[in-house]
Structures are given as structure tokens and as C-alpha cells.
């Protein structure tokens, strides 16, 4: 029996794409399987977003902070 090792997306492919139709992924800061965190402005100033997946288990903990 064969195992393949499962690999991370290549998150950096998403720079260029909108977050919620109003966030530009500018810059591919890092992550892993289960999340990823691009630069991005927040009106005038730089911000940090955390992008996972909506089903992930943490997801609405994480919403509520």
C-alpha cells in the first residue's frame, strides 16, 4: 500500500485575489494546510488577514474574537 503525502496549496498562487470582495491578497505572508495569511490594507492602513477554511473546527471560535 502507497501513501501519499499530503502537501500544503501553493497559497502564494491566491496573491492578486479579492478576500470578501474587499480585501486584496497583496502579499503571501505564510501558512499551512489549514490556514494562510496575507498583507492586505484595512482603509488607509496595512493589515495582516487569516484565511481557513469555513469548516474548519475553529472557525467560529476564531470568528467571535
Excluded: C, N
Excluded at 502537501?7 to 503571501?28: K, T, V
Excluded at 499551512?32 to 469548516?55: D, N, Q, W, Y
Aim: glycine share 10%; net charge negative.
Amino acid at each position: 500500500m502507497s501513501v501519499t503525502p499530503k502537501r500544503s496549496p501553493d497559497w502564494s498562487e491566491w496573491e492578486g485575489e479579492f478576500a470578501d470582495g474587499q480585501f486584496l491578497l497583496e502579499q503571501y505572508l505564510g501558512g499551512g494546510e489549514s490556514s494562510v495569511v496575507f498583507l492586505t490594507h484595512f482603509g488607509s492602513e496595512r493589515a495582516a488577514i487569516k484565511l481557513m477554511p469555513a469548516g474548519h473546527a475553529l472557525a467560529a471560535d476564531l470568528m467571535e474574537r
